[in-house]
């Protein structure tokens, strides 16, 4: 199982979802809106306006030791 988690350069980390598999992770995570770099959505660009750079990327919940 894993986690998105939303990384901001002048922030803390913020996680986003839980619970995903690794391919619904990749996919979240490929996509142009995961990061502020990429987007080109109204509510993604004021995010980054607000907060500053920022991406997306996935984690393992139950990390193997």
């Not at 391919?23 to 660009?45: V, Y």
């Not at 995010?47 to 500053?52: E, F, H, L, S, V």
Request: with cysteine.
């Amino acid at each position: 199982m894993f986690k998105i988690v939303r990384v901001y350069f002048n922030g803390r980390p913020r996680t986003l979802k839980k619970g995903l598999t690794l391919e619904e992770a990749q996919a979240h995570c490929s996509n142009p809106e995961s990061s502020s770099k990429t987007c080109q959505g109204s509510k993604a660009k004021a995010r980054t306006k607000r907060m500053g750079m920022w991406f997306d990327c996935y984690d393992d919940l139950f990390p193997r030791k």
